[in-house]
């Protein structure tokens, strides 16, 4: 009976061509668990057909994975899998039976992944972290990203010299991968498959930033304002409006919201150049509650320059420029905002002010009430309350007088103590184009 009704279902799904879709899951991939750091990716590229599980249904997630390979994926992004040319083949370890012939010859064609000056392309070897960088680099729009977004890496050095511009523009456009320690690069190691996904999923995520050259043609519907919405994360802002499209969401230019110091902060041990790291301490949400980034998105900021402490009194300035949101997930995308003070930089306010110059009066009247007391009670003891009636003002008043006149406070800041951030441009945030 059960067979009859399994027959007559599979009978009525072919008569209506009808056929189930069934989502893949990271159960579908035999050596994925839902906690694996790039479950999601792999998940993806997967079901996108992008990469492929073995015989087995297995991913090989730690696996090298090869220069032939990582050409065929990359087609496959960029949509030119089934790109048409004539072979000119150049390489001397390239051969027409070679079952990624084609596909070597269409990257060569497109000028995506190049080979090695010795003439050989070698499909086989494992394709190293800085290489893809670089083809990355290679195939996105050109930009002329701060090198100094690579001084939070702590292998910094170890990044090639012909790839240093690369590495800073891959990061500036959040295309690149740092697993398992976030501030470590390792350009030098071999790419695994699962890092692999993660670029390439990334990649397929922000197209827009790719060259039109590289894409291949797709049909892309126009972008529409599907409902504007509203901000007001900060009070008196310029501008309260988030529109919401069909691909991603926009806090215009104008908005304010606020951000915490990722860490404790002393204005004079840093420099123009310096990059600083703020978090979102709490989601971000609109009025109407939509979610516009998560709790914990870092916003990174890079120091253009320090006004030093100077006479009377003029505390520290610092002037940053807010340039990237990053996502927990690692995912970035370009800002350009500023501190939302009175004069849009970071100082030290006028009850810090009002402290110094009272600690100057009070520690100067007590030295002067002391050196009064002394002068009067060492002739005459009995004098000793107009020593104390003399000296103390005199000290204050040369304690305040100097608390006036001398150098400001350098600007400091406890990790999690919170700064406004005025946007200067539109943010993009969740780009499903880019």
Same mark, same amino acid.
């Given at each position: !009976?059960?067979?009859?009704? /399994?027959?007559?279902?599979? @009978? ?16 579908? =991939? ?7 750091? $790039? ?10 057909? =992008? ?36 072979? +000119?083949? +150049? ?13 070597? !010859?269409?990257?060569? %064609?497109?000028?995506? /992944? ?15 972290? %800085? ?26 050095? $170890? ?14 456009? *959040? ?6 320690? &976030?501030? !470590? ?6 790419? @695994? ?14 197209? *827009?930033? /790719? ?14 304002? =599907? ?99 990053? !996502?927990?997930?690692?995912? %970035? ?7 939302? &003070? %009175? ?9 810090? &002010? ?10 100067? *009247? #007590? ?12 002739? +005459? ?16 008043? =040369? ?13 400091? #800041? ?21």
């Amino acid at each position: !009976m059960k067979k009859l009704l /399994v027959s007559l279902l599979v @009978t009525c799904l072919l008569s209506f061509n009808i056929s189930p879709v069934l989502a893949l899951t990271v159960g579908d =991939i035999r050596d994925i668990s839902s906690g694996y750091w $790039a479950s999601k990716e792999i998940v993806e590229v997967v079901s996108d057909e =992008i990469m492929y599980t073995d015989g087995t249904g297995r991913f090989n997630p730690e696996a090298d994975i090869t220069r032939a390979e990582f050409v065929t994926a990359l087609l496959k992004v960029l949509n030119n899998a089934n790109l048409a040319v004539v072979p +000119n083949n +150049n390489y001397l370890d390239i051969i027409p039976s070679d079952p990624y012939y084609n596909d070597i !010859m269409r990257s060569d %064609s497109l000028d995506l /992944v190049h080979g090695y000056p010795d003439g050989n392309f070698r499909p086989n070897q494992a394709m190293l972290r %800085s290489e893809c960088v670089a083809v990355i680099s290679h195939i996105t729009k050109d930009a002329t990203p701060s090198l100094a977004i690579l001084n939070q890496f702590g292998d910094r050095e $170890a990044i090639p010299n012909w790839d240093i511009n690369q590495y800073a523009k891959t990061i500036t456009y *959040g295309i690149y991968v740092n697993h398992p320690d &976030t501030n !470590m690069l390792e350009p030098n190691r071999n790419l @695994t498959r699962a890092e692999a996904a993660v670029i390439l999923y990334r990649l397929k995520q922000k197209l *827009g930033y /790719v060259k039109p050259e590289y894409v291949g043609k797709q049909e892309v519907p126009a972008e529409t304002v =599907i409902r504007t919405e509203h901000l007001h994360a900060v009070k008196n802002t310029p501008n309260d409006k988030v529109k919401i499209t069909n691909y991603r969401q926009i806090i215009e230019r104008g908005n304010a919201f606020v951000v915490a110091f990722d860490e404790k902060f002393l204005s004079k041990q840093h420099k123009a150049g310096d990059i600083v790291n703020f978090v979102l301490p709490q989601a971000l949400y609109t009025d109407e509650g939509t979610k516009l980034l998560p709790a914990g998105t870092r916003i990174v900021a890079e120091i253009l320059k320090i006004d030093k402490p100077r006479c009377c009194n003029k505390n520290a300035r610092v002037h940053l420029i807010f340039n990237r949101i990053v !996502m927990p997930d690692g995912t %970035s995308s370009y800002m350009a905002g500023k501190p939302f &003070t %009175s004069d849009y930089t970071l100082k030290e306010g006028p009850w810090m &002010t009002f402290w110094k110059v009272f600690a100057s009066t009070i520690g100067f *009247g #007590a030295i002067g009430g002391g050196a009064g007391a002394g002068f009067a009670f060492i002739p +005459n003891p009995a004098k000793l309350g107009v020593g104390l009636g003399v000296g103390i003002p005199v000290g204050c008043a =040369i304690g305040l007088i100097t608390g006036l006149i001398t150098p400001g406070l350098n600007y400091r #800041a406890k990790k999690g103590e919170l700064v406004p951030v005025l946007l200067l441009d539109d943010a993009s945030i969740n780009d499903t184009r880019n």
